[in-house]
């Protein structure tokens, strides 16, 4: 009895593999396999990316694991990983760790809103910079809190707790959003810094904007940062944030792309730069460049491959970030990095 | 009002009977509920994923990759063969080390040597998965700089060594000594005593054994995280990262994207019928291998 | 001749199948000793760098780089000991029904129904939790407890669903199969003649149960729970995917917490300094640690019971 099932299970089994390599085979005759991994930031441009990519070019299969920037940045460094991602820029000492030199390729722009899912209040939330950080730092607690209510009249907020929700693995969103609380926030910049994770004062912890986006649609009353994607994909309102010129802006491409304009006066050769609470009336404060870190000499099929990814992805691919909520790069930067991308050495 | 001699202690019994079945009854209604309460999740749990799972389970779920994240259609077919040829893999290196250290320890199970065995099952029975996960990743993965097909299977095999060494050494002992006395009696040697005798005996009952935890290890999630990690992809050699049903429905289940949502319920609607399945049916062949069943 | 070339030929054969198997067995105690060794040499440089201080911190400060178990090591146990609270009774009472009351054709199904939910995976449980389980606390049960009970500051709190509560929740469903599986082996193997005895001594029902059952049985049931324990300690998907993930130490079950093993899941393969990998490399090890003595401790338990079949 048992015999007989044993032996139908192994059939089904080898059947199943059978099958298996024979779609192996056909599909990936001459497959090239990349795997990169980091940032969640701008996995959804990514995953439609590397789709479209390998549309136009079959044996180009490059797996790309959204595990946030700083896993990126560690499986990047500990070579487990063909190039990494991540949108907080690696810090000099993070540098000083790799084997080999890399570079840093901007890829596009985004915004890191601020996403909530509070009952009766479906759209136009605005924040100060003060507010925000406050919220974060656990000082503002209520929704109906007077701050709020002030600043947004005509608005009724209920009578509920705020329920922060913020990042529990490393991640370039959360380095950019607290980059930009330390710049408007002292205490902040005090209390918990800037880093790829933190200290939280309060809140629940999500994996990834994925886990930060769903847990802001699953709570209500609750708030959380993410990129402007993931709260449109989740259709969840965002809030307007005061700018440093004083006005209140709306993540927009082109409210980012503003942002990247003041920039690129002052961009660095290595593209390692914050634009952050940066100057004019028509940037929102809190958006940044998303990086793939790729090593400066790279070898055979699978170097090569990637090289011609990037050189795709900073032209023809940036026609993809529009739709998807994404600012490309400005012309002048997109000629920078082509011109870095071909120092990067195949061999 | 008086009645004929009710002594206060005959009353007192009484009362106390009294209570006493009362108290009684009221326990078996405690015990009944307690057991009633302890199978709700396991309905609420096959209900919801029964119900958001099934729609989620179409043609495309079985035989397509996933879609670009937010976009609609896409299935879950790679994570699928994934979960087999890890599950393969790990059997492959599970089974038969499982199976040779239960048939030690039944065998030559007396010694001090064989006590330090018994207690290492134990104690890597009791040692959580994420360890596991931990070691396999210093391990496989940074020495063969890659994330692998290979790495998790190994970490999914590890986990499955102490159930089957444990189930195979309970079931070798159920083996009367008449029967081994026997075979030595005849000149057998003790080798072949144990081989064609022993084992070829209970080889349905450790097959079952060996199923069961096959089937526990197809869910497990928290190992593969930093050795098989994940992948878009078909199954592209075991030196590549493969995906996995448990981990797909893990990223899915936490992403705010309906779409993915649903599948993460069709994924485990999948994986919870193949356990309960496999359950089920080793479940029956024992009892009807062996008569009465004691699983 | 023949008779003693053959026997030597049997000594061979036996001699090279028992080290053969000696050869694979001792795999295991080696396989154990390695992921021992790595653990403490991997968590050497925070060992050193912070010394017995990482056990009583709860700092968990990646920027500033100060790393103490502490916050997580509260998460693990007290969303252990919630599961343990709900789920232990709940256990012990199931199996007495199993084997005191039920027929043995009832048992036999209820004790398949019981059995089944550790076949359920735990990431179906998270799945589960996030979706099914979280939403009735935080509309249902957590304003209600706050509501009645608000005053203790155990339930105090914004509801968020999920937390510390939903944690302990799963896990005593996930806990429920063992310790029952474990009881009603321990209540099967006293003897008859002391139900008996306690009956001719005139004992209802429930009295037979509670003085001849439970009370021999008491050790094995404690071993029984204590393994309970174990398993809740090292569990990981499910509780990462309900506890909300935040380290901190709250009086209230409602508010977010994280365990040792879900810091894990969560920052080991994104840890960027060599000091954040190290200090979650020695959660690991503390983890590895107190299952070993928990484990260890219930098997006595379980043994001493003179229960000596498996003990999962």
Do not use: C
């Not at chain 2, 007192?12 to 009977?17: A, D, G, Q, W």
């Not at chain 2, 207690?119 to 890597?124: A, Q, R």
């Amino acid at each position: 009895m048992m015999n007989m099932m044993m032996k139908k299970i192994s059939v089904l089994v080898t059947t199943l593999l059978a099958i298996q390599a024979t779609v192996t085979i056909a599909h990936s005759a001459a497959a090239t396999r990349l795997t990169g991994a980091g940032a969640t930031f701008p996995y959804p441009l990514y995953s439609k990316w590397f789709f479209e990519y390998q549309k136009r070019n079959p044996e180009a299969e490059i797996n790309y694991q959204s595990i946030g920037s700083g896993g990126g940045i560690r499986q990047f460094t500990e070579g487990t990983i063909d190039f990494g991602a991540s949108d907080a820029p690696m810090t000099d000492e993070q540098l000083a760790k790799l084997a080999q030199p890399a570079f840093h390729i901007p890829t596009v722009l985004g915004a890191v809103v601020l996403t909530y899912h509070v009952p009766g209040t479906s759209t136009g939330l605005k924040l100060t910079p003060d507010v925000l950080a406050d919220i974060f730092l656990g000082k503002l607690t209520k929704w109906n809190d007077p701050r709020l209510t002030k600043l947004n009249p005509g608005v009724s907020f209920p009578d509920t707790p705020i329920l922060v929700a913020h990042r529990s693995d490393g991640s370039g969103t959360t380095g950019i959003f607290t980059d930009y609380l330390s710049k408007v926030s002292p205490e902040w910049k005090k209390k918990v810094g800037q880093g790829t994770a933190v200290k939280w004062p309060v809140g629940l912890g999500g994996k990834g904007n994925e886990g930060v986006t769903g847990l802001v649609k699953q709570t209500p009353g609750a708030i959380g940062y993410v990129e402007l994607i993931y709260a449109e994909n989740s259709k969840l309102p965002y809030a307007s944030v005061q700018n440093a010129a004083g006005h209140f802006t709306l993540p927009s491409m082109k409210s980012v792309s503003a942002a990247a304009a003041g920039a690129l006066k002052t961009m660095p050769g290595d593209f390692r730069v914050s634009i952050t609470n940066p100057p004019g009336k028509d940037s929102y404060p809190i958006s940044g460049f998303t990086y793939l870190l790729v090593h400066q000499t790279v070898s055979g099929a699978k170097g090569r491959t990637l090289v011609e990814f990037l050189e795709w992805a900073v032209s023809d691919g940036q026609k993809l970030a529009e739709p998807l909520s994404y600012a490309p790069l400005p012309h002048s930067l997109a000629k920078k990095v082509e011109a870095t991308i071909k120092k990067i050495q195949v061999k | 009002m008086r009645r004929t001699q009710p002594s206060a202690l005959s009353q007192l019994v009484e009362i106390t009977y009294k209570r006493r079945r009362l108290v009684t009854r009221a326990m078996m209604i405690v015990l009944i509920a307690a057991f009633l309460v302890a199978t709700v999740p396991l309905f609420s749990v096959f209900f919801h994923v029964v119900r958001q799972g099934l729609p989620a389970l179409n043609m495309d779920f079985f035989t397509h990759l996933p879609a670009p994240v937010g976009e609609a259609g896409g299935g879950l077919a790679n994570a699928l063969l994934g979960t087999i040829i890890l599950v393969v893999l790990a059997s492959v290196i599970g089974i038969p080390w499982g199976v040779v250290i239960g048939i030690f320890l039944s065998e030559y199970g007396k010694s001090r040597f064989a006590a330090l065995v018994r207690f290492s099952v134990d104690m890597l029975a009791s040692i959580p998965s994420i360890v596991i996960g931990l070691f396999v990743y210093a391990l496989v993965v940074i020495p063969m700089k890659r994330f692998s097909g290979l790495a998790g299977g190994l970490a999914l095999g590890i986990l499955m060594v102490p159930t089957i060494a444990r189930t195979t050494e309970e079931i070798l002992k159920l083996i009367p000594v008449h029967i081994r006395e026997a075979g030595l009696g005849l000149g057998v040697p003790r080798w072949k005593m144990i081989l064609f005798i022993i084992v070829r005996g209970s080889m349905g009952a450790i097959a079952t054994g060996v199923i069961l935890s096959v089937a526990r290890v197809a869910g497990e999630t928290a190992p593969l995280l930093f050795t098989a990690l994940s992948s878009r992809f078909w199954f592209g050699g075991l030196d590549q990262p493969i995906a996995s049903l448990p981990v797909q429905i893990f990223n899915y289940a936490i992403s705010p994207f309906e779409e993915w949502q649903s599948q993460a319920w069709g994924g485990a609607l999948v994986l919870i019928l193949f356990v309960f399945v496999t359950n089920i049916i080793t479940r029956l062949a024992l009892r009807r291998a062996h008569g009465s069943g004691q699983s | 001749m023949k008779i003693i070339r053959k026997r030597r030929d049997i000594h061979h054969g036996d001699r090279y199948f028992y080290f053969l198997l000696k050869g694979l067995a001792s795999g295991l105690p080696l396989l154990l000793f390695l992921i021992a060794a790595f653990l403490l040499k991997a968590s050497w440089p925070t060992i050193n760098e912070f010394g017995a201080a990482f056990l009583f911190t709860q700092d968990w400060d990646p920027v500033g780089e100060h790393f103490g178990v502490l916050a997580f090591a509260f998460g693990t146990i007290v969303s252990s000991l919630i599961a343990i609270a709900i789920g232990a009774p709940l256990s012990i009472f199931t199996a007495l029904f199993l084997t005191e009351l039920a027929s043995s054709r009832v048992a036999k199904v209820a004790g398949f129904l019981v059995e089944m939910l550790a076949a359920i995976p735990s990431v179906v449980y998270g799945l589960w939790g996030i979706f099914v389980l979280a939403p009735i606390l935080r509309i249902h049960v957590e304003p209600f407890l706050g509501k009645t009970l608000g005053f203790l500051p155990l339930f105090q709190g914004p509801p968020y669903g999920v937390g510390m509560l939903a944690a302990g929740i799963v896990l005593a469903i996930m806990i429920i199969p063992t310790i029952t599986s474990v009881s009603r082996e321990v209540f099967r193997s006293v003897p008859q003649s002391y139900r008996e005895a306690a009956m001719a001594l005139g004992a209802t029902r429930w009295e037979v149960m509670r003085i001849a059952v439970l009370k021999t049985g008491s050790t094995g049931i404690l071993g029984a729970v204590i393994l309970g324990l174990g398993r809740a300690l090292g569990e990981t998907m499910a509780v990462t995917m309900v506890i909300g993930n935040r380290a901190d130490i709250s009086a209230s079950l409602f508010s977010p917490a994280q365990t040792m093993s879900s810091v894990i899941a969560n920052e080991y393969a994104e840890a960027t300094s060599a000091t954040h990998v190290a200090a979650l490399l020695e959660i690991g090890l503390v983890l590895f640690l107190l299952t070993f003595i928990v484990n260890s401790l219930a098997r006595v338990f379980v043994w001493r019971a003179s229960l000596g079949r498996s003990a999962r």
